[in-house]
């Protein structure tokens, strides 16, 4: 039934109604799960049921934030088949973010078999509705009980699943950021280019001050100048100005989104100019302020591409496109979801069908 080790969950739950789904806040059946020792390596890979974690009060997770993550998706397409969309790309990135917080590397192959196994096993959690997907959360946390500033000596991997529908609940609406000098998500040679559960902590309190404004995400400035667009909390961002694409560089201090390098390449393929460059807010007033920024929008896994339809900075709210998706967004938007669910060529081959066992559970 699988490569791996297989406790089946005696209780098996019954999925929610795919048009019920939210993001984040319904898990499958099962987990998998591996662990880490100095002097042994990685070891003991195998499929549980979805379980509480039991850990000590000093684990260095909880002092030290040695923990990250990754995140991708799992598509039933009309055909009835599972794609996972770049888990290759995925594992990779998760190795980077490792790297950063001293945490010891995973075989990636190993990493991307952990996906396909589990998804198989739970595989009627993937939904059906177009606009569903089954969310896979790689995660590494360090588990060795001390207290002191230094890398732990254990660890835990562990794959979770989310059936889920849209992240934003605009959806493929626009939606609302607001631009802000006022706080840092991060600065080169920081955790920034890393999945890290700090990074993501950082972001709170300034997404909480947006949502009280009546936006939906922080547009993030860099941390020196305060002038250089980076990224949004949940997406990179990119701007058409004129005939050219304009994102921000990877520095150091963004993080290398999958959705992001496939934007890119799809660009590429059309022809379309593309300047990865630093672009100052004043530089985007202006542009709007002139007509020529046509369109505006954020790629990541979550919300595969999400429009911009308006724009806030010092008190004042600028309107992008009348508030409308442009035909940019919206091809490629088109581009990236025909892929995941197999409905649009895929020249490059980046949604990897599952070779599905016989289910775990009728």
Request: hydrophobic share 45%; net charge neutral; with cysteine.
């Amino acid at each position: 039934m699988t490569e791996f080790p297989l406790t089946l969950n005696p209780e098996p739950k019954a999925p929610p109604p795919d048009a019920s789904l939210k993001f984040g806040t319904v898990f499958t059946d099962h987990m998998f799960v591996m662990n880490y020792a100095a002097g042994r390596g990685w070891f003991d890979p195998r499929i549980e049921p979805y379980h509480a974690l039991a850990l000590d009060p000093a684990t260095c997770v909880l002092h030290y934030a040695q923990a990250v993550f990754d995140g991708l998706k799992a598509f039933r397409g009309a055909d009835g088949k599972i794609r996972l969309f770049r888990p290759d790309r995925h594992a990779a990135r998760l190795n980077r973010s490792c790297a950063r917080l001293c945490i010891p590397a995973l075989d990636p192959a190993l990493v991307e078999r952990s996906f396909r196994a589990l998804v198989g096993v739970d595989q009627r959690w993937v939904p059906k509705l177009p606009g569903t997907a089954l969310y896979i959360r790689p995660t590494v946390i360090a588990t060795e009980p001390f207290l002191g500033v230094r890398p732990s000596e254990s660890y835990l991997y562990y794959v979770i699943l989310s059936p889920v529908g849209a992240y934003y609940p605009e959806g493929i609406n626009p939606v609302k950021i607001l631009a802000t000098g006022e706080h840092v998500r991060a600065l080169p040679g920081g955790l920034g280019a890393a999945k890290t559960a700090a990074n993501y902590a950082a972001s709170l309190y300034p997404a909480e001050e947006a949502h009280r404004l009546g936006f939906t995400q922080v547009l993030y400035l860099d941390g020196a100048e305060h002038r250089f667009l980076e990224e949004v909390g949940t997406m990179n961002i990119m701007l058409k100005i004129g005939e050219e694409v304009i994102t921000p560089p990877l520095g150091g201090s963004i993080l290398a989104g999958i959705t992001r390098e496939s934007v890119l390449a799809l660009l590429g393929d059309w022809g379309i100019k593309v300047v990865e460059r630093p672009i100052s807010i004043e530089e985007v007033v202006a542009a709007i302020a002139a007509g020529t920024l046509t369109e505006m929008w954020g790629t990541g896994t979550a919300a595969v591409i999400s429009p911009v339809g308006e724009l806030g900075y010092k008190e004042k709210r600028y309107v992008i496109r009348n508030g409308g998706i442009g035909t940019l967004t919206q091809r490629l938007y088109d581009a990236i979801v025909g892929i995941q669910y197999g409905t649009a060529p895929d020249p490059r081959g980046w949604a990897k069908p599952l070779a599905l066992p016989e289910p775990a559970l009728a």
